[in-house]
Each structure stands twice: as structure tokens, then as C-alpha cells.
């Protein structure tokens, strides 16, 4: 079983930056793609950004490309978030997620590992 704790969220002004860390556990010995999705109240789960699993293959949601990163160490099984320039919008509970194969995909429903999320709050 794999098992993903994500970490890093938290309490930020508009502007400000936040890393959010994905670490994954259990039995695995492979490292697949991973992304990373977010959830506001009343809103659907949204794909956010997703990594394959060498790094050389990134995909960005239109609404935080060239402001959020994503980038692996797979010897730590660990993927990252790096999130600039940060807006109330943005605002959600962040997931993380691992498929089974190794190139990313947009579509949650190809992710076959959650995460619990880490909360996410953007101050005007």
C-alpha cells in the first residue's frame, strides 16, 4: 500500500510564496507520475500541475502557469509545489496524487493514490 503525506500548507498574504512537500511511503518500487490537485468549498477537485516520473514532462493548469512549480527528488520519493506570486483564488485544500504509470496526466481520475490535502489560505 502507498500512503502520500503532504505538508507545507498554510496561512499566506496575497503575493507571498508557499512549498508544499509530498512524501510518499509504503510499498513501491517504481516512481510514477505525481500531481498535484486543489479543492476549494464548493467547487470541484481541479487539476493543478503534474510531473512524470523522470521530471522531464511537466503539465500546469492555465491559472497558475508561470507562477507555481512542480519538481521531484525521487531518491527522497518526494514531489514538490513551489507556489509565487499567490492569490486569494488559490485559495483550497492542495492534494496530492500518484498513478500507477509514469507519464502525468490532468485527468484525476488516472491518479490512483491520495493524499489527505493540506490546507491552503491566501489573504487579501
Known amino acids: 500500500q502507498v500512503q502520500l503525506v503532504e505538508s507545507g500548507g498554510g496561512l499566506v498574504q496575497a503575493g507571498g510564496s508557499l512549498r508544499l512537500s509530498c512524501a510518499a511511503s509504503?510499498?513501491?518500487?517504481?516512481?510514477?507520475?505525481k500531481g498535484w490537485f486543489r479543492q476549494a468549498p464548493g467547487k470541484e477537485r481541479e487539476f493543478v500541475a503534474a510531473i512524470s516520473w523522470s521530471g522531464g514532462t511537466t503539465y500546469y493548469a492555465d491559472s497558475v502557469k508561470g507562477r507555481f512549480t512542480i519538481s521531484r527528488d525521487n531518491a527522497k520519493n518526494t514531489v514538490f509545489l513551489q507556489m509565487n506570486s499567490l492569490k486569494p483564488e488559490d485559495t483550497a485544500v492542495y492534494y496530492c496524487a500518484r498513478r500507477q504509470q509514469l507519464e502525468p496526466s490532468r485527468r484525476p481520475d488516472d491518479y490512483a493514490y491520495w493524499g489527505q490535502g493540506t490546507q491552503v489560505t491566501v489573504s487579501s
Open positions: 509504503g510499498r513501491s518500487f517504481r516512481s510514477p507520475a
